[in-house]
Structure formats: C-alpha cells, structure tokens
C-alpha cells in the first residue's frame, strides 16, 4: 500500500509513518510543482497507484465523478499537529488496508 500525503500534511509525516507504511511519500517530493495541483497530484497517485491522504474534501468530488483509483484517505478532525495525524493513521491503519485492497470502496474518512 503506497501513501501520497497532500501539501495540506507535514512532510515531516513521512518519518513517523514509513514503519507502518513503507510505502508513504509526500506530494512535494514527486516532483510536481510546487504547489501541485489537485488535478497533478490526481494524475501522478493514479499513474504511481498511490492512494492520497489528505484534509482537503476537494479530493472527494473527483472521486464521484471519475471513480477509483485513486483511492482517497480524507481526514475529517480538522488542524492537528504532525505527531497527531500520524498517529490518527497508524490508528485507522486497519481500515486504510481494508481500502486499499478493496475493489469496490474508494474512499475512507477518518474522524
């Protein structure tokens, strides 16, 4: 399972989570723009088959209207610091996993 955090998460997550997911990397080192677009970073976790954890709800519409993958984490606690939002998704890492193998589920909240 392969995790692409949005620009609206710390990249400094990506330390916290590589045990539990080794396979995390953060938006600003794909090598997209710098800010990315939603579109861009749409196009590269589908053509790098990551899912995208994000606090962003802009992700969801796109994911009604063109289906999966990507497969979309949204995280709906509001602002929460680093340390809390890798926590949050070491906690729901269960659910996460359950996502990423399902074929008909493609998005995950997580409150």
Known sequence: ????LD???SWR?????SIDFPGVEHVT????AIPASDKDIWKWAKANQYSIVTNDEDFANPL????FPPKII????GNLASEQVAALLIESRNGIEAL???????LIEIY
């Open 1 to 4: 399972m392969k995790l692409l």
């Open 7 to 9: 620009a609206n998460l």
């Open 13 to 17: 997550i990506v330390k916290k989570l």
């Open 29 to 32: 080192r794909t090598g997209l």
């Open 64 to 67: 009604m209207l063109r289906g």
């Open 74 to 77: 949204l995280i709906r606690r």
């Open 100 to 106: 990423d193998k399902s074929e008909h589920q493609g």
